[in-house]
T-cell receptor, first 108, second 115 residues
Framework: RKEVEQDPGPFNVPEGATVAFNCTYS??????FFWYRQDCRKEPKLLMS???SGNEDGRFTAQLNRASQYISLLIRDSKLSDSATYLC?????????FGTGTSLTVIP | DTGVSQDPRHKITKRGQNVTFRCDPI?????LYWYRQTLGQGPEFLTY????????KSRLLSDRFSAERPKGSFSTLEIQRTEQGDSAMYLC?????????????FGPGTRLLVL
């Protein structure tokens, strides 16, 4: 079983739509959680950390459910510039595990 | 620019040749990670260092791969006798352990093509 599982998509949504991504992880002792954004042929860049209480950064909201071992990312009012691959990342304390990424394309 | 840097950005080599990549982490960061990423996949962990000590290596890291971080600053990743299957993006990331939440910052990667 993979440490981190994500729906690869692709998600194609119109501008202004709300889109949600989910990710599950297998190690219940995982310590910290992140969403990264990766543009085509570029390196991953930190989008936001994910806290148990949930956290919001502008149009982006991240949630963590430790009991069910899943992480979510909600993007409201999608912009063309949000088109990218979104990577779910879990830190077990010794290693960071990455999902395969979810591809998002925002259509005009 | 005080971010993570990697050199070279691109490398084309023939099968059987050796290649070496360099990573310079963010200066105050004590951990340095190497990953490999192929198309359609997330980054796969290869190895990491805390200061100069190599603390963990993935089973993906065959004996043809070796990494060093001799002074606890920059790191090198060497691949000997390259194979076509080694073609990938090699990413380096650094982090500061001891802060509230360890967060990784990535370099731009070295894209390797083995012919």
């Amino acid at each position: 079983r993979k440490e981190v599982e994500q729906d690869p998509g692709p998600f194609n949504v119109p501008e202004g739509a709300t889109v949600a991504f989910n990710c599950t992880y297998s190690n219940s002792a995982s310590q910290s959680f992140f969403w990264y954004r990766q543009d085509c042929r570029k390196e991953p860049k930190l989008l936001m950390s994910v806290y148990s209480s949930g956290n919001e950064d502008g149009r982006f909201t991240a949630q963590l459910n430790r009991a069910s071992q899943y992480i979510s990312l909600l993007i409201r009012d999608s912009k063309l510039s949000d088109s990218a691959t979104y990577l779910c990342v879990v830190n077990t304390g010794n290693q960071f595990y990455f999902g395969t990424g979810t591809s998002l394309t925002v259509i005009p | 620019d005080t971010g993570v840097s990697q050199d070279p950005r691109h490398k084309i080599t023939k099968r059987g040749q050796n290649v070496t990549f360099r990573c310079d982490p963010i200066s105050e960061h004590n951990r340095l990670y190497w990953y490999r990423q192929t198309l359609g996949q997330g980054p796969e962990f290869l190895t990491y260092f805390q200061n100069e000590a190599q603390l963990e290596k993935s089973r993906l890291l065959s004996d043809r791969f070796s990494a060093e971080r001799p002074k606890g600053s920059f790191s090198t990743l060497e691949i000997q006798r390259t194979e076509q299957g080694d073609s990938a993006m090699y990413l380096c990331a650094s982090s500061l352990v001891g802060s509230n939440s360890e967060t990784q910052y990535f370099g731009p990667g070295t894209r390797l093509l083995v012919l």
